[in-house]
Structure formats: C-alpha cells, structure tokens
C-alpha cells in the first residue's frame, strides 16, 4: 500500500496491466502468428516454409471473391433485421415495460443459455421441409418467393434467419441501454411544443438512441461476418460463406497459408466497413 501511494501515477496501468496481459497472450501473439503463416509456401506433405508469399492474399481474393461478397452480404442483411426486430422490441421494454422490464430482459438473454449450435440445430428442424413454417408458407404461397424447390432450408433464407436469431441480442441489449437512458421529460417538452408522437420519436428519440444502434450494428455485423455454422447448418455449398473455406482449409486440407491469408483478407475487409461505417454515421458526434 506504502508503494503505491508513493507512486500514484502508476495506479491505472497497475490496473491494465492483467487486461494487457492477458490480450498479449491470447490475441496479439495469435494474431502474430496467423501472420507469420500466412505468408509461408509450401504442402503439409513438405512441409511450410516462411517465403513472404503475398500471394497468398492475392490467390485469396481471387479464388473465393464471392464468399467473400456473400459473406458481408448475409451479415449486412441479418445486422438490418436484427435493428428492424429489435428496436421496437427495446423501445417498448425501455418506455412500457414497468415492473417487468427485467423479466422481459431475461428473455432476450435467455438464448445465451443455450450452447450457439443447439440454436441452429433448432432452426434446422423449425426450417425442416416437414416444419409448421414450410407448411405456414406453402398456405399462404410464399414459399416460390422465400424458398428454391418448395424449399426453404438449404437456402440463404434459412442461412440470414439463422445468423439474425442467433447475434438478435447483441443488437437488442445496446438499443435498451441507449433508450433507457433518455429523459423522458424531453419527449414530453417536444409534445408539449406541439409535436406528433412521430415527430417528437424522428427528432427526439431517434437521435438519442443513435449511440445504441451503432454498437448494436457493429456487435451484430462483426461476429455475423465470420460466421460459419449458419452457413454449414442452414444452407448448401452455394450458400457458404468465407468462414465455411476457412474451417475447410484449416481442418480438412490443412492448407494454413491458404486460410490464413483468407483470414486477415476477411478482418482487413471487416474493418474497412467499419471505418466507413463509422465515418458516416459520425461516431465522434454520437459518443461525445
């Protein structure tokens, strides 16, 4: 104790270093790694060698583009389902919820309680071709428009339904606390300036809640980008995406370079969108 009120300056990295650490171990060094043998050439029979083989990256993009493209396009639409479900939804437990809002809270955490893959084991047998939802779709003759071959597993429907259900909370929980948080008398002051219930939502609470809906896009389109159990489960080979020829590369042909590279060109296109994204919406405005 004698040490540290000596040296209160020290204090704050006392305290980051544990965090530091522990990121040094299991995401930097990794991560160092996973460079390192993205560069190599060679064969698991020869063996690898590092050879900075940049092209790698390049035989990377051009041989699987379009996993690459369906990728961030399957994560884009599930991220804009998830905000359309999920803001009503957060904004009723935030203004109406009462008593109950952290009953209804546990309901939007209650899938973390079950492992991510009996998750998508269940869409699998809701989706099934035999499942109330083919059946509901087939009455209602929607089934040509969602589905392929009075189909609608084994599709890219399925594939978007399966990643909007299973990251739907990381949208929802970011929304909550950014509308939670709004003074409500704020909202009254703009009805009270004689302002529809519409208006006072588009100039007040809207704006507000931006914050939320930034986290909640970005913790929802990150993971989803990577995904590849949806992809596996829910979907066909047409529908896989890059995470599908990565988990291929690495476990079925042990190709490391290969999916290495494959691996920074998917982080390296993540963050590109998210900069962009971030840039646009203004971050700096929303969090300042």
């Known amino acids: 104790m004698g040490f540290l009120h000596r040296h209160r300056g020290l204090t704050p990295y006392l305290l980051l270093a544990p965090g530091m650490l522990w990121l040094s171990i299991f995401f930097l060094v990794p991560l160092g790694f996973l460079a390192y ?3 190599q050439s060679g064969s698991i029979d020869f063996g690898y060698a590092f050879t900075w083989a940049w092209g790698n990256y390049w035989d990377a993009i051009r041989s699987y583009r379009g996993q690459f493209e369906r990728s961030i396009l399957y994560a884009g639409i599930a991220t804009v389902l998830a905000l359309v479900l999920s803001y009503p939804v957060a904004y009723w437990i935030a203004f109406r919820g009462g008593r109950w809002k952290n009953l209804l809270l546990l309901f939007i955490v209650a899938p973390f309680f079950v492992t991510y893959l009996i998750r998508t084991l269940a869409w699998e047998t809701i ?5 109330l939802v083919v ?8 089934l040509g428009v969602l589905g392929s071959n009075g189909r609608v597993l084994s599709t890219a429907t399925a594939v978007v339904a399966g990643i909007t ?5 990381f949208m929802a929980l970011p929304l909550y606390v950014s509308l939670e948080q709004i003074d409500q008398s704020l909202i009254e002051a703009a009805q009270d300036l004689y302002a529809s219930k519409w208006k006072a939502f588009l100039r007040v609470t809207l704006p507000l809640s ?10 929802t389109f990150i993971p989803a980008a990577g995904d590849f159990i949806n992809a596996q489960l829910l979907g066909s080979p047409k529908n896989h995406m890059i995470g599908n020829v990565i988990e291929s ?12 590279s494959m691996s920074f060109v998917l982080m390296a296109t993540i963050l590109a969108a998210v900069l962009i994204y971030a840039r646009a919406v203004g971050t700096e ?3 300042g």
């Open 210 to 219: 931006l914050p939320g809906v930034v986290a909640g896009t970005l913790l």
């Open 249 to 260: 590369k690495y476990k079925e042909l042990l190709d490391y370079p290969a999916a290495a």
């Open 285 to 287: 405005k929303l969090t």
């Open 135 to 142: 059946r509901t779709l087939d009455h209602l003759h929607l």
């Open 127 to 131: 989706l099934s071709d035999n499942g």
């Open 37 to 39: 043998q993205s560069l």
């Open 165 to 169: 259900y299973n990251f739907l909370p």
